[in-house]
């Protein structure tokens, strides 16, 4: 039987692991902590009781697309739920916007900003199934669906600062700042707007859902396939050389580029492993879990039934923050994502009492205390909701870091989202997933399609280790 170990049990390594197993490869998977699931952790307070997600929160692109329709980890428990409105983005004098499953109704309520946002999203979100399936796996492909692409395009390639001046309202352009924010990296260059594109349109297709009982749930599924296989998971177990893994016939590693490098050693070519050094990390987050009591009291009231609310004022608000966070400045005014799963997802409260997990757009590494900045930030949109706060617990970028290595310096999207690695990361290369060394591929964020627990990273890494050894 052809064996495969997988270093790091990330949504992609675990993915990985179970494309591996359903074909009938022996899968053990090595994991350096002592819990399981990457980027798809939850924890539960000791001092609260209440549940919150470690890192990504909800999963607009994890519904439907090659891997989740592969895999069917509905069969292994995992449920997700949506909130009544997908994100929200609050202004001052209780003005703002909001997303809705629906683009009627989303540009309904955008009042003269709705047409324009209808005449962008419309079309994205009727062709979105088709527009998936391109930008979901490497860029250098031959499309299958090249006019719906291609209006994809339209929208992804310009400036997210451009697309903001095609809005005729200060609420509508602050909504799609918001979600054009989520690349964590300035808003004026090309193809600054691609991340949000996708997520904005998979807003109004697909919702932005959260996994039921936590985002570990996702991980508990996929672990669960891999067992269901035969597969097996290790936690507790570092892994420093390649030499130390026994020899297997494919190995995938779930690591940033600079650690696949350290890894491989002498084994991989001199460029590439140059290649994976050079790789560039991005800004970081800084994070809070808190429990509110009865709920944020937003004075935009959509943002109160909100899935997800973007904290950062006007459009070029935004596009200022994020601009200092990626020059190594720590913003003025901070750009603040809040997650509200509980709206979705209600067994995670405890009676009146709710989590709520934020997080902002910093410098990597940053060191300072951020957390009055934070819930000021929170404040200005919602007033008494600092006097709602009966607990807060913080991650700083180094604790974020030290949480999952792939993070480096709280980088949570495992790489710069520069117009040269969007298209090619983590190196130019025909196969993104190939490291140099035969029968070793990379499968983390840092490939293609990147950050998201989507599973596609592993997924499309595994389908080309399969093919080596002829078993695709």
Not at 47 to 63: E, I, K, M, R, V
Not at 317 to 329: D, F, K, L, P, S
């Given at each position: 039987?052809?064996?495969?170990?997988?270093?790091?049990?990330g949504?992609?390594?675990?993915?990985?692991?179970?494309?591996?197993?359903?074909?009938?490869?022996?899968?053990?998977?090595?994991?350096?902590?002592?819990v399981?699931?990457?980027?798809?952790?939850?924890?539960?307070?000791e001092?609260?009781?209440?549940?919150?997600?470690?890192?990504?929160?909800?999963?607009?692109?994890?519904?439907d697309?090659?891997?989740?329709?592969?895999?069917?980890?509905?069969?292994?428990?995992?449920?997700?739920?949506?909130?009544?409105?997908?994100?929200?983005?609050?202004?001052?004098?209780?003005?703002?916007?909001?997303a809705?499953?629906?683009?009627?109704?989303?540009?309904?309520?955008?009042?003269?900003?709705?047409?324009?946002?209808?005449?962008?999203?419309?079309?994205?979100?009727?062709?979105?199934?088709?527009i998936?399936?391109?930008?979901?796996?490497?860029?250098?492909?031959?499309?299958?669906?090249?006019?719906?692409?291609?209006?994809?395009?339209?929208?992804?390639?310009?400036?997210?600062?451009?697309?903001?001046?095609?809005?005729?309202?200060?609420?509508?352009?602050?909504?799609?700042?918001?979600?054009?924010?989520?690349?964590?990296?300035?808003?004026?260059?090309?193809?600054?707007?691609?991340?949000?594109?996708?997520?904005?349109?998979?807003?109004?297709?697909?919702?932005?859902?959260?996994?039921v009982g936590?985002?570990?749930?996702?991980?508990?599924a996929?672990?669960a396939?891999?067992?269901a296989?035969?597969?097996?998971i290790?936690t507790g177990?570092?892994?420093?050389?390649?030499?130390?893994?026994?020899?297997?016939d494919?190995?995938?590693?779930?690591?940033s580029?600079s650690?696949?490098?350290?890894?491989?050693?002498?084994?991989?070519?001199?460029?590439?492993?140059?290649?994976?050094?050079?790789?560039?990390?991005?800004p970081?987050?800084?994070?809070?879990?808190?429990?509110?009591?009865?709920g944020?009291?937003?004075?935009?009231?959509?943002?109160?039934?909100?899935?997800?609310v973007?904290?950062?004022?006007?459009?070029a608000?935004?596009?200022?923050?994020?601009?200092?966070?990626?020059?190594?400045?720590t913003?003025a005014?901070?750009?603040?994502?809040?997650?509200?799963?509980?709206?979705?997802?209600?067994?995670r409260?405890?009676?009146?009492?709710?989590?709520?997990?934020?997080?902002?757009?910093?410098?990597?590494?940053?060191?300072?205390?951020?957390?009055?900045?934070?819930?000021?930030?929170?404040?200005?949109?919602?007033?008494?909701?600092?006097?709602?706060?009966r607990?807060v617990?913080?991650?700083?970028?180094?604790?974020?870091?030290?949480?999952?290595p792939n993070?480096?310096?709280?980088d949570?999207?495992?790489?710069?989202?520069?117009?040269?690695?969007?298209?090619?990361r983590?190196?130019?290369?025909?196969?993104?997933?190939?490291?140099?060394?035969?029968?070793?591929?990379?499968?983390?964020?840092?490939?293609?399609?990147g950050a998201?627990?989507?599973?596609l990273?592993?997924?499309?890494?595994?389908?080309?280790?399969?093919?080596?050894?002829?078993?695709?």
């Open positions: 039987m052809i064996r495969a170990v997988v270093v790091g049990s949504p992609n390594g675990l993915a990985a692991g179970l494309t591996l197993a359903a074909a009938g490869v022996q899968v053990t998977v090595l994991e350096a902590a002592d399981p699931g990457g980027g798809t952790r939850s924890t539960v307070s001092a609260t009781g209440l549940l919150h997600d470690l890192c990504s929160g909800f999963h607009p692109l994890a519904l697309n090659a891997f989740s329709r592969h895999a069917d980890l509905a069969a292994h428990g995992l449920a997700f739920a949506e909130p009544p409105v997908q994100y929200a983005h609050p202004l001052d004098g209780g003005r703002g916007a909001a809705w499953r629906s683009v009627a109704e989303t540009a309904e309520h955008l009042g003269p900003g709705g047409p324009s946002w209808r005449r962008i999203f419309g079309p994205l979100a009727e062709r979105f199934d088709r998936g399936d391109e930008f979901l796996q490497p860029m250098l492909h031959l499309p299958r669906h090249p006019i719906a692409l291609a209006r994809f395009g339209l929208v992804a390639a310009p400036p997210a600062a451009a697309v903001a001046r095609l809005l005729r309202t200060e609420e509508a352009r602050a909504l799609w700042g918001g979600v054009a924010a989520h690349a964590f990296r300035p808003l004026g260059g090309p193809l600054s707007g691609a991340i949000g594109a996708a997520l904005g349109t998979a807003a109004h297709r697909y919702g932005w859902p959260v996994a936590g985002s570990a749930a996702i991980a508990r996929l672990i396939g891999i067992e296989h035969g597969g097996t290790e177990m570092t892994v420093d050389r390649l030499d130390d893994l026994g020899g297997p494919l190995v995938l590693l779930d690591t580029p650690a696949a490098a350290a890894i491989l050693g002498g084994h991989q070519p001199r460029r590439i492993a140059a290649a994976y050094r050079r790789y560039r990390h991005g970081g987050a800084y994070q809070v879990a808190l429990a509110v009591d009865g944020i009291p937003w004075a935009h009231e959509p943002a109160r039934r909100a899935g997800t973007h904290v950062g004022g006007t459009f608000e935004v596009a200022a923050a994020e601009r200092a966070a990626w020059r190594g400045r913003p005014d901070l750009f603040v994502l809040v997650g509200q799963q509980y709206l979705a997802d209600p067994d409260a405890v009676g009146d009492l709710v989590p709520v997990d934020a997080y902002a757009h910093v410098p990597a590494g940053h060191r300072g205390d951020l957390t009055d900045a934070i819930l000021e930030r929170i404040e200005r949109y919602a007033p008494g909701f600092r006097r709602r706060v607990h617990e913080t991650r700083r970028t180094e604790a974020i870091a030290a949480h999952n993070y480096l310096g709280g949570i999207v495992t790489g710069a989202n520069t117009p040269r690695q969007l298209v090619f983590p190196r130019a290369a025909l196969d993104p997933y190939r490291t140099g060394v035969d029968g070793v591929y990379l499968c983390s964020a840092a490939t293609p399609p998201g627990a989507h599973g990273c592993g997924w499309h890494a595994a389908r080309r280790a399969l093919a080596h050894v002829g078993l695709r």
